[in-house]
């Protein structure tokens, strides 16, 4: 290759560097967050949504005043979080969600990067029956391959999908659901386990628990979990 054709190369590499570089550092600056990577483009863009939500200021990031602000708007329907409870709340969001970098900030990558780790080894369909208590519901969840990456898009619009394709057509069920999935998002809270005891027994009245069909037709099977 000619010398003279090979230095102008090497000025175009360098003015394309020096023109993209202030690019992107604006883009940060100006808080245009990036679409987290490790899901579907879909869900990726519903987490966007659901992060756009909470980010009021828009620079990307979520403060504890931003936190604070969604947790007592969207998640305390019964007043629980207040005074050092909401502190330790908001205290526990950054400690599951903020990564390795200086401050206490969350950004949407870093939410993304949480949603691999919730509900780790626990299905969601079992969550809804067992956690939430909501076994009517588990059936639509496991037939439609429903993951904790879904959560967003269950969450958003509020909670439109959950009545028009799992059938969650109860306002009040549908408002468990929401409330339970976003706390999961945010890590408030216990995360349960695999079930650990199950029992069993024949009985004819109807109590708590899943009841399946016995050999005989006026007898259900009572199951009782435990975490």
């Given at each position: 290759?000619p ?17 993209t ?34 980010d009021?200021?828009r620079d ?71 956690s ?21 898009m269950l969450?958003?619009?509020g ?8 059938m969650v ?35 004819s ?23």
């Amino acid at each position: 290759m000619p010398p003279q054709r090979s230095g102008v190369i090497v000025v175009a590499l360098w003015l394309l560097v020096a023109c993209t570089a202030p690019t992107v550092g604006a883009a940060n600056a100006a808080g245009t967050a990036r679409p987290p990577s490790g899901s579907t483009q879909q869900q990726r863009g519903m987490l966007m949504r659901w992060f756009n939500k909470m980010d009021a200021d828009r620079d990307g990031e979520l403060q504890a005043g931003e936190i604070r602000e969604f947790i007592g708007a969207q998640l305390d329907t019964a007043g629980s979080y207040t005074g050092r409870h909401l502190d330790h709340a908001i205290e526990q969001v950054t400690d599951k969600l903020d990564g390795a970098d200086v401050g206490l900030d969350v950004s949407v990558s870093e939410l993304d990067q949480h949603l691999h780790r919730v509900l780790a080894g626990v299905k969601v369909w079992e969550w809804v029956a067992h956690s939430l208590g909501l076994p009517m519901y588990a059936e639509a969840f496991r037939g439609n391959s429903i993951v904790v990456h879904d959560f967003p898009m269950l969450v958003n619009d509020g909670g439109q999908l959950l009545q028009a394709e799992l059938m969650v057509t109860s306002l009040l069920h549908r408002q468990k659901l929401m409330r339970a999935m976003q706390r999961q998002m945010l890590g408030l809270g216990a995360e349960p386990g695999p079930i650990q005891h199950l029992n069993c027994s024949s009985s004819s009245s109807k109590v708590a628990g899943v009841q399946l069909p016995s050999v005989t037709s006026r007898s259900m099977v009572q199951c009782t979990w435990r975490s």
